[in-house]
T-cell receptor, first 114, second 112 residues
Framework: GESVGLHLPTLSVQEGDNSIINCAYS??????FIWYKQESGKGPQFIID?????DKRQGQRVTVLLNKTVKHLSLQIAATQPGDSAVYFC?????????????FGTGTSLTVIP | DGGITQSPKYLFRKEGQNVTLSCEQN?????MYWYRQDPGQGLRLIYY???????QKGDIAEGYSVSREKKESFPLTVTSAQKNPTAFYLC???????????FGSGTRLTVV
């Protein structure tokens, strides 16, 4: 079956530095990807998405890069702030018998050091 | 404001009891989902519903049941057949399956 994983389970960065969170996916047919942010005790929040026909998409302080050749997704956060401390996970959309379905990675815990 | 509401935030269950987790959305979304989240694991799909009066089993449906009598509501019952129910439960909705989700704030269920 599909698997979505992360290279590092935890990441600590100094406030003001840039953060890079990575995600590997296994299904080359996945056509849509989303990054979510989850703060402790809360539900995940949408950060940014990218379709498979793109290799880069930018938002406010965040950039997602997609490398389909090696099936790798990354989230870059510029000028990381204490409020960015959370678990970040990626989701890939793949087709199942019953239609399109999302598969979620385990997450990377980002800690911002003031 | 449109959104998705889960209640209660915390729930305690005695062994052998059934409990029901509430999920309500006013986003006019057709699809709704229930996920279970355990430490160190990704979200695992319990059940999903593409439309009213229809629902499908996910990857870990055993010990759970759902209903979808109204578009806005998708309650999850954790039955006594679920042997390890302690977890964080997340409800989500989307315009239709395959589109990005809006998540609720979750219910933490603990067996005592």
């Amino acid at each position: 079956g599909e698997s979505v994983g992360l290279h590092l389970p935890t990441l600590s960065v100094q406030e003001g530095d840039n953060s890079i969170i990575n995600c590997a996916y296994s299904n080359s047919a996945s056509d849509y990807f989303i990054w979510y942010k989850q703060e402790s005790g809360k539900g995940p929040q949408f950060i940014i998405d990218i379709r498979s026909n793109m290799d880069k998409r930018q938002g406010q302080r965040v950039t997602v890069l997609l490398n389909k050749t090696v099936k790798h997704l990354s989230l870059q956060i510029a000028a990381t702030q204490p409020g960015d401390s959370a678990v970040y996970f990626c989701a890939e959309r793949a087709r199942r018998n019953t239609g399109n379905q999302f598969y979620f990675g385990t997450g990377t815990s980002l800690t911002v050091i003031p | 404001d449109g959104g998705i509401t889960q209640s209660p935030k915390y729930l305690f269950r005695k062994e052998g009891q059934n409990v029901t987790l509430s999920c309500e959305q006013n986003l006019n979304h057709d699809a709704m989902y229930w996920y279970r989240q355990d430490p160190g694991q990704g979200l695992r799909l319990i059940y999903y519903s593409q439309i009213v009066n229809d629902f499908q089993k996910g990857d870990i449906a055993e010990g759970y049941s759902v209903s979808r009598e109204k578009k806005e509501s998708f309650p999850l019952t954790v039955t006594s057949a679920q042997k390890n129910p302690t977890a964080f439960y997340l409800c989500a909705s989307s315009i239709e399956t395959g589109f990005g989700y809006t998540f609720g704030s979750g219910t933490r269920l603990t067996v005592v």
